[in-house]
């Protein structure tokens, strides 16, 4: 019986001290382990109240950046897409002010945290919205935007943003924003059926 006892008691023991470890490991887990959107590498883009967040792996634990904070009279914060991940840099599709609102691209190196470019969305005035993203491993970013049928100038176009520099791709309404896609660093889309492509440096 005192055997009995003895295991018993062990046995409550354990699952207590399992209990707390599992609540510190929750505790340990962090923001860096929950609501993330986008996984690559060592890092972790994570969504936080329409904002967003970068958990870079470093020495067995995670160090955080904040990417993209909640939209404010004077801030810009995440918007649709779901942002893109290549390398050390995130893009993504901003949406600034309250209303009326302005969109625009970022690029922020999620190793330090700090942006490296910021383009508009589409013709100033215009405010198409962003369709699909792609960035380059050395933060050349592209991206798709849609408009209304009666949009002028039209909303449908491809662009790029590198340096200081927008170039637009592609525009029109045959173009498919939703096609924007990478294949190596190339650039793919499609215009009335047919597939165009571009470098992506």
Not at 88 to 108: D, E, H, M, N, Q
Request: net charge positive; hydrophobic share 40%; with cysteine.
């Amino acid at each position: 019986m005192a055997i009995l006892t003895g295991l018993v008691a062990g046995a409550l023991l354990f699952s207590g001290l399992a209990a707390t470890g599992a609540k510190a490991a929750r505790r340990a887990i962090g923001p860096c382990h929950t609501g993330r959107i986008v996984v690559a590498g060592g890092v972790r883009i994570i969504e936080r109240d329409y904002g967003l967040l970068a958990c870079v792996a470093r020495h067995g634990r995670y160090v955080t950046h904040p990417v993209a904070v909640t939209p404010s009279a004077s801030e810009c914060g995440f918007d649709f897409p779901a942002p893109v991940l290549r390398g050390r840099f995130v893009a993504y599709a901003a949406v600034c002010g309250k209303l009326p609102t302005t969109r625009s691209i970022r690029v922020v190196d999620v190793t330090t945290g700090h942006e490296k470019a910021g383009y508009p969305s589409s013709t100033p005035g215009f405010d198409a919205l962003v369709v699909s993203l792609v960035v380059s491993a050395t933060g050349t970013v592209a991206w798709s935007t849609a408009g209304g049928p009666a949009s002028t100038p039209p909303g449908n176009a491809i662009r790029t943003g590198s340096g200081s520099t927008v170039t637009v791709l592609d525009s029109g309404p045959g173009v498919k924003p939703r096609t924007l896609h990478r294949v190596g660093t190339q650039l793919v889309w499609a215009n009335a059926g047919i597939t165009r492509t571009a470098p992506l440096n």
